[in-house]
């Protein structure tokens, strides 16, 4: 991440356009659960906002200049920071009530490691469970914030059918001027077993 980037993340708008606006649309999509997941924490402001909702929070974040503040910054509160590839992490299977990712699917390398991203979490869900995220849309504004960064950005028409070819059922797109939104759900066992 580039550090215009990482600054306009740790800003204080960023952190009042989450509490105002995301975190409504989050609460709404559905019940997180007791333990839940995030993916890409960056500094850290989603899962401030998380962890005063939730019993449990795992924050897995890959870059170490990212995540070992964080860690330090949360240590003794019900947030474990992991500093981990998330398509790698090892993390149990169908441990997590809910899992979330906001902004970072476009920090991605390409669509497949997005697709393994997806996959894992399928795994590490709980039947019953939802994912829900954000992200950024594919505009030359956004393109400008991410100069000497990576943007792999997400097609939201062909997101419910790529989340759906992973098993992800009851999915929704929300899109916006700037970005969108969606939610998935790892379908319950009765289900799976019809």
């Given at each position: 991440?580039?550090?215009?980037?990482?600054?306009?993340?740790?800003?204080?708008?960023?952190?009042?356009?989450?509490?105002?606006?995301?975190?409504?649309?989050?609460?709404?999509?559905?019940?997180?659960?007791?333990?839940?997941?995030?993916?890409?924490?960056?500094?850290?402001?989603?899962?401030?906002?998380?962890?005063?909702?939730?019993?449990?929070?795992?924050?897995?974040e890959i870059d170490p200049t990212l995540a070992l503040p964080l860690r330090d910054r949360l240590a003794g509160?019900?947030?474990?920071?992991?500093?981990?590839?998330a398509t790698t992490a090892g993390l149990p299977a169908d441990r997590f009530s809910a899992a979330t990712c906001?902004?970072?699917?476009?920090?991605?390398?390409?669509?497949?490691?997005?697709?393994?991203?997806?996959?894992?979490?399928?795994?590490?869900?709980?039947?019953?469970?939802?994912?829900?995220?954000?992200?950024?849309?594919?505009?030359?504004?956004?393109?400008?914030?991410?100069?000497?960064?990576?943007?792999?950005?997400?097609?939201?028409?062909?997101?419910?059918?790529?989340?759906?070819?992973?098993?992800?059922?009851?999915?929704?797109?929300?899109?916006g001027d700037y970005q969108f939104r969606f939610v998935a759900r790892k379908q319950p066992v009765a289900a799976?077993?019809?």
């Amino acid at each position: 991440m580039n550090e215009l980037h990482l600054q306009f993340l740790s800003s204080p708008d960023w952190a009042r356009m989450l509490e105002s606006d995301l975190l409504p649309w989050v609460e709404a999509a559905g019940d997180l659960g007791d333990d839940v997941l995030e993916i890409g924490p960056g500094p850290g402001l989603t899962t401030d906002l998380l962890r005063q909702r939730v019993t449990r929070l795992t924050a897995v974040e890959i870059d170490p200049t990212l995540a070992l503040p964080l860690r330090d910054r949360l240590a003794g509160t019900n947030v474990e920071v992991l500093c981990a590839d998330a398509t790698t992490a090892g993390l149990p299977a169908d441990r997590f009530s809910a899992a979330t990712c906001f902004s970072m699917l476009h920090h991605m390398p390409s669509a497949e490691q997005q697709d393994r991203l997806f996959a894992e979490l399928h795994r590490v869900l709980r039947p019953g469970a939802i994912f829900v995220g954000a992200d950024s849309r594919d505009l030359d504004a956004i393109r400008a914030g991410h100069v000497d960064d990576t943007f792999v950005p997400v097609n939201p028409e062909a997101l419910a059918d790529r989340l759906r070819a992973i098993g992800f059922s009851d999915t929704a797109i929300d899109i916006g001027d700037y970005q969108f939104r969606f939610v998935a759900r790892k379908q319950p066992v009765a289900a799976l077993r019809s």
